[in-house]
């Protein structure tokens, strides 16, 4: 069963940058038919798509961040991973990552998620 | 962007009751519409894709239709283990958007 987790510090100072990494396992990140994106949800909010990545390289941001995030990934470590710049009160959410499906673009596994909190 | 809407933001149900929830979306968005489950502290479930295709290992107890604006979810028999938040998602363009959430507790 294909698993993600995602990893990276839970606690980060405003104006500073929020790094997390989604380690997959059970499968190759090199699946042509899949997206692998990041989702965030804040406090007693809804759910934001971030933005994804594909394994060629190829990323597609949500236009609402899209000048402060930066989506990466790592073939040969089975990773991709997420940074967000110039972090705010308002970037406080559990961050998740997901594997979107081509075609279909529904998010068919998800990580459990993980808290980041911005604050001094 | 496509902004999507649900209704009711929360009801309460009791075991075995039919429960329906609604999405609608600001744009036609033929029938590129998703479901999930999502429960406080666990990843979030897709249940439906492409508007009533049920994903495979998802109780067919739940069940999806609509097309164009408006968009159903209905759970045929609420079982103990269905009390969780359920949200919407537009796949017709990007950025994807997810709706509200309904949240469903026990009565």
């Known amino acids: 069963q294909l698993q993600l987790q995602e990893s990276g510090p839970g606690l980060v100072k405003p104006s500073e940058t929020l790094s997390l990494t989604c380690t997959v396992s059970n499968d190759s990140i090199r699946r042509e038919s899949y997206y692998w994106d990041w989702v965030r949800q804040p406090p007693g909010k809804g759910l934001e798509w971030i933005g994804s990545?594909?394994?060629?390289?190829?990323?597609f941001y949500n236009p609402s961040l899209k000048s402060r995030v930066t989506i990466s990934i790592d073939t040969s470590k089975n990773q991709f991973s997420l940074k967000v710049n110039s972090v705010t009160a308002a970037d406080t959410a559990v961050y998740y990552c997901a594997r979107r499906v081509y075609g279909g673009d529904f998010f068919d596994y998800w990580g459990q998620g993980t808290l980041v909190t911005v604050s001094s | 962007d496509v902004q999507m809407t649900q209704s009711p933001s929360s009801l309460s149900a009791s075991v075995g009751d039919r429960v329906t929830i609604t999405c609608r979306a600001s744009h036609r968005i033929s029938n590129n519409l998703n479901w999930y489950q999502h429960k406080p502290g666990k990843a979030p479930k897709v249940l439906i894709h492409?508007?009533?295709s049920l994903q495979s290992g998802v109780s067919s107890r739940f069940s999806g239709s609509g097309s164009g604006t408006d968009f159903t979810l209905t759970i045929s028999s609420l079982q103990p283990e269905d009390f969780a938040t359920y949200y919407c998602q537009e796949s017709y363009s990007l950025p994807f958007t997810f709706g509200p959430g309904t949240k469903v507790d026990i009565k």
């Open positions: 990545i594909y394994y060629t390289g190829s990323t």
């Open positions: 492409a508007a009533s």
